[in-house]
């Protein structure tokens, strides 16, 4: 079974900073990118930041609304990514989810995405 498993959520002052970081686990042969989506409650979930994996080019892609802000990583040891939030703004609270997409199986299962279970940012006085 391929899964994304997330962390690093928390409690910050507007201005402060947090990093998530998404690890992907399940005997995966090739995963074409990772990224993350974030939801606010009565909104729709966006696309916060994506990162190339399968090309082995690093390309990023950076929502405008945290452009400046955020960036998004990846280890190549590892099938990880990471996202840094500085400056952040009350606005950004949201629950954060890492996401996968493109993953084949060792065994030629082919899974067209996979969602982590979500971790909740808050940004608060």
């Known amino acids: 079974q391929v899964q994304v498993l997330e962390s690093g959520g928390g409690l910050v002052q507007p201005g402060g900073s947090l990093r998530l970081s998404c690890a992907a686990s399940?005997?995966?042969?090739?995963?074409?990118?990772m990224g993350w989506f974030r939801q606010a409650p009565g909104k729709q979930r966006e696309l916060v930041a994506s990162?190339?994996?399968?090309?082995?080019?690093?390309?990023?892609y950076i929502a405008d609304s945290v452009k400046g802000r955020f960036t998004i990583s990846r280890d190549n040891a590892k099938i990880a990514v990471y996202l840094q939030m500085n400056s952040l703004k009350p606005e950004d609270t949201a629950v954060y989810f890492c996401h996968g997409d493109g993953v084949w199986h060792l065994s030629g299962q082919y899974y067209r995405e996979v969602w982590g279970q979500g971790t909740t940012v808050t940004v608060s006085s």
């Open positions: 990162i190339d994996v399968a090309s082995g080019s690093g390309s990023t």
């Open positions: 399940g005997n995966i042969r090739r995963l074409s990118s």
